[in-house]
């Protein structure tokens, strides 16, 4: 399942498949991007980070891509599984004690 | 090990009222921060504290005191509570600056009545 677009609020993506979760970013000078998971009832939970040096990272079943022409950053789950239902947000760096925080992506993951 | 830690969980108040959320962390950062995030899980930085020091201070209204008696705590005031308050409150750590992880306390739901 993908969230196309600038953004989308939800993804429904069934269990086994990879999702792809997208967000667009409005400062140029941004030089650091995260995205985070948070669970219903928490905090949110630091996921992978990129700095602007780079194009791609990846994690545990996560992989990051950054795309600094369009301003446009993508988070990629393999293989989805229940636990991975959450919002995700993504997150710029406006200077270096401010974080700017995207609306959330709210992804279900169907047995 | 609770890395970040807030009290209380809930809080449920008059409008009017003023109200007190406490912020621990034991990962030995430098600097704390506060959020708020509303009911469409929007989430936006109110304050920012390096060593102490406040830097950072998004146009919060002065009803909005937060206080660090040192790097460990960050606690936030709020006097006067008003209805568009309810929201829950985050408080984050890092060891410096946001490019250094931050991570998120378990959050406090504020209602207020």
């Known amino acids: 399942g993908e969230s196309v677009g600038l953004h989308l609020p939800t993804l429904s993506v069934q269990e086994g498949d990879n999702s792809i979760i997208n967000c667009a970013y409005s400062?140029?000078?941004?030089?650091?991007f995260i995205w985070y998971k948070q669970e219903s009832g928490k905090g949110p939970q630091f996921i992978i980070d990129i700095r602007s040096n780079m194009d791609k990272r990846q994690g545990q079943r996560v992989t990051v891509l950054l795309n600094k022409t369009v301003k446009h950053l993508s988070l990629q789950i393999a293989a989805t599984q229940p636990g991975d239902s959450a919002v995700y947000f993504c997150?710029?760096?406006?200077?270096?004690?401010?974080?700017?925080f995207g609306a959330g992506t709210t992804v279900t993951v169907r047995a | 090990d609770t890395a970040v830690s807030q009290t209380p969980k809930y809080l449920v108040t008059q409008m009017g009222n003023d109200k007190s959320i406490k912020c621990e962390q034991n990962l030995g950062h430098d600097t704390m921060y506060w959020y708020k995030q509303d009911s469409k899980k929007f989430l936006k930085i109110m304050f920012s504290?390096?060593?102490?020091?406040?830097?950072i201070n998004e146009t919060v209204p002065n009803r909005f005191s937060p206080k660090s008696p040192d790097k460990a705590h960050l606690n936030l005031h709020i006097n006067s509570l008003e209805l568009g308050d309810s929201a829950v409150y985050f408080c984050?750590?890092?060891?410096?600056?946001?490019?250094?992880?931050?991570?998120f306390g378990p959050g406090t739901r504020l209602l207020v009545l």
């Open positions: 504290y390096n060593n102490k020091e406040l830097i």
């Open positions: 400062n140029s000078a941004s030089d650091y």
């Open positions: 984050a750590s890092s060891h410096m600056r946001v490019q250094e992880t931050q991570y």
């Open positions: 997150a710029e760096n406006i200077n270096d004690y401010k974080l700017s």
